[in-house]
């Protein structure tokens, strides 16, 4: 009867039960037995800042701990210890910092297991850094040095004694190095007694704990504690030294390029790649499969995914792995679903992953934010005058006479490339302009004198000191001051990508009389050879239609405002750009045979995804652009969405699309911005194929399918 009353009510002990001192006895004894194994465990290690510890406190937060005994078992959080006692008593609240181990005590069994629960410590690690010795300090990264945590507003070195290389590559990751090597540890034995013999009175200054780390996490917050180091003044870790890690560096990093990872690193064909990310180490995760790039599904995507990709293209670990196609929208397949990495492999293509990709869209790009190593470049180039951090007059710091100057850029050929590196030296993300006068943000007046000039990137630099400039031979007509160069940034742009697939499926052939196309022929989308042409003569026109889409973070928006839009009478319309694309018909060889071009007289959202509002229309002198999600379609049938290809020979050719060709406005992508395909003309019929974007493929395929479509067409 009493045990079945206890079954009924196992949620309260009765006022009888707890009076009995024989029961709180027997209770209290086991209660104590358990704390003491708990008490005499290793101490747990306090958690580092979770992005790579630097310049950030880590704070811990404290939980309660409640332990109650419930069906004979002992229940510390999660955790549940065997009492034989079949009631639920309320026992007392214990502190202790989040995400400690534990493992679960057999009390009869006496196995040797431990947990963490009953000790509280305030410890704090504040930050690590490697630091250099005196040799190394000038060498930009640094990959070789003392291990040091700040505990208390400290540093601190770690003893050796428990340390290995895997715990070494989880701190070379945390500063942006894939890869770990030795050194030579008698020189830093003998600059260690070197320094305890100059100084007797200097004490040892160690942290009291080990790490123990598995190699696979993404920071040291994510291992876990080895056992406490008793500190006895100097005499702590004799058996040992404090610790020392060497750090290799990705190729794009390395001073030369022998010195780089060679593993993570694959000059001749990467099977991975980032698009689309802000800074340097970050973007949208993108594969390369049977010759084609294609996306990540962010199903299961996590640091450990994250971290593969970043080692595999010379970088540290992940700091982040962003989902929900953050980085933008990819265009062509998703290759892989539900990735799963162990974080040891060479590339993501050793992970396990699901082919089939059914249900994923590229609204679920998968991304990531890799740690990378500190070039120190933010700190030779600033921006004056601007109204907020992002923008202003460029200044860079250069050598001049044996001492350090700022001065300025030189404007002439300075545009949006340029602008860019600029952003991405300053961590400020993409230039959504560039300047050629800066008279309305005065600058650092004594850093008016013109320091470089000939400025010339491709956008890819991580430095503007890397892109071809005239060096000490300057040469600036106009001068710095108010014709200095000058940016803003942003963190998001937009990136527009052309249909390759609509532009193949809608090419044909089209025989137009000339006394039809004045106002197209006023707009120069004639070849040159029809301002001698009869005006009852007919041009060859190659007609197709262009979709293309904002597949970026930011709308698509004209560089000029309304009030400085063209206006064309023939057409009756404005020209928000006076070019937007531009079409070509090449050679096998790259050479022009027949060209073509698009102002955009009406940039506007023709259609969007779901749950995408339009915001622009080109009616009644309305906003033009394309918002993100949205696509704007130029049809094959309106003017000047052609190539005047009348005289043309019979052969084969590379039909060549350029959106955005002079770089107007700023996108995250400009790749993407191109789009060929392989043409076949007859001098009746053509033939269009293999239509594709540019960066989409390892390379191109030359195959021709044969005749599918495009009949001649006659009006």
Not at 194 to 217: D, M
Not at 615 to 636: E, K, L, M, P
Not at 681 to 700: E, L, M, P
Request: include cysteine.
């Amino acid at each position: 009867m009493r045990k079945a009353k206890r079954e009924r009510e196992h949620t309260v002990l009765t006022a009888e039960q707890t009076n009995s001192s024989h029961y709180k006895l027997r209770i209290q004894s086991r209660v104590l037995f358990i704390v003491y194994l708990l008490s005499i465990c290793s101490v747990p290690f306090a958690r580092a800042s979770p992005s790579r510890c630097r310049d950030q406190s880590a704070t811990f937060s404290r939980v309660d701990v409640w332990m109650f005994v419930v069906n004979e078992l002992l229940v510390v959080n999660e955790i549940s210890f065997p009492l034989s006692i079949p009631e639920r008593i309320p026992l007392y609240k214990r502190s202790l910092y989040r995400g400690f181990p534990q493992v679960a005590v057999n009390v009869y069994e006496q196995v040797n297991y431990c947990s963490f629960l009953s000790q509280t410590l305030d410890v704090q690690v504040e930050d690590v850094r490697i630091r250099a010795t005196y040799s190394q300090r000038k060498r930009v990264p640094i990959t070789e040095g003392f291990v040091e945590l700040k505990d208390a507003g400290k540093w601190r070195q770690i003893c050796d004694e428990d340390w290995n290389m895997m715990n070494s590559r989880v701190v070379c990751g945390m500063y942006g190095f894939p890869g770990v090597k030795g050194f030579n540890t008698r020189a830093y034995k003998c600059m260690v007694m070197a320094l305890l013999l100059l100084s007797q009175r200097r004490k040892k200054n160690y942290w009291g704990f080990s790490v123990n780390c598995t190699g696979n996490e993404a920071h040291l917050s994510s291992c876990r504690m080895g056992k406490a180091v008793k500190l006895v003044g100097n005499s702590t870790c004799a058996r040992g030294m404090p610790v020392v890690i060497s750090c290799v560096p990705g190729r794009a990093f390395a001073p030369t390029q022998s010195a780089g990872f060679r593993k993570a690193y694959r000059p001749e064909q990467p099977l991975v790649r980032l698009r689309g990310g802000a800074n340097v180490g970050e973007g949208r995760v993108e594969v390369l499969k049977n010759g084609v790039w294609g996306t990540v599904c962010d199903d299961n995507w996590d640091l450990k995914a994250a971290t593969v990709v970043c080692r595999e293209l010379g970088f540290g670990t992940a700091k982040e792995a962003p989902t929900g196609a953050r980085m933008g929208q990819g265009m062509g397949p998703v290759h892989m679903n539900e990735v799963e990495c162990s974080g040891f492999e060479k590339s993501l293509t050793e992970c396990f992953f699901n082919k089939d990709s059914l249900g994923c869209s590229h609204e679920e790009d998968a991304a990531v934010r890799c740690n990378v190593p500190a070039m120190g470049f933010h700190n030779r180039l600033r921006l004056g005058g601007g109204r907020n951090p992002s923008e202003g007059r460029v200044e860079i710091l250069t050598e001049r006479n044996g001492s350090l100057v700022w001065g300025t850029v030189c404007s002439e050929s300075w545009g949006i490339m340029e602008a860019m590196v600029v952003c991405r030296q300053l961590g400020l993300g993409f230039a959504s302009n560039a300047f050629q006068e800066t008279w309305y943000w005065p600058g650092d007046v004594s850093a008016d004198r013109v320091v470089m000039s000939g400025v010339r990137c491709s956008g890819t630099e991580m430095s503007l000191a890397q892109c071809l400039h005239h060096g000490k031979h300057i040469s600036c007509p106009k001068g710095g001051g108010r014709f200095a160069a000058g940016v803003s940034c942003t963190q998001t742009a937009p990136d527009l990508v052309l249909n390759a697939e609509v532009v193949e499926q809608t090419t044909y052939l089209e025989d137009r009389p000339m006394y039809a196309l004045q106002c197209a022929h006023e707009e120069n989308c004639l070849s040159s050879t029809a301002n001698s042409a009869d005006h009852g003569s007919y041009r060859r026109l190659l007609r197709f239609s262009s979709q293309i889409h904002n597949n970026g973070l930011s709308d698509f928006r004209p560089r000029a405002g309304q009030h400085a839009w063209i206006w064309h009478e023939c057409h009756r319309h404005y020209h928000s750009m006076e070019v937007f694309t531009h079409y070509d018909l090449l050679s096998l060889n790259g050479t022009k045979v027949a060209e073509g071009h698009k102002a955009s007289f009406c940039l506007e959202d023709t259609q969007c995804d779901e749950g995408v509002q339009k915001r622009y229309a080109c009616a009644n002198f309305g906003q033009q652009g394309i918002s993100v999600g949205c696509w704007d379609t130029y049809r094959h049938d309106i003017d000047c969405q052609w190539i005047d290809v009348t005289h043309v020979k019979p052969g084969d050719y590379i039909f060549q699309v350029v959106i955005n060709p002079n770089y107007e406005v700023a996108e995250s992508d400009y790749t993407n911005n191109i789009m060929r395909c392989k043409c076949r003309y007859d001098g009746y019929r053509i033939w269009t194929y293999n239509c594709h974007i540019g960066g989409s493929r390892s390379s191109d395929i030359d195959e021709f399918p044969g005749i599918l479509t495009n009949q001649l067409q006659r009006r």
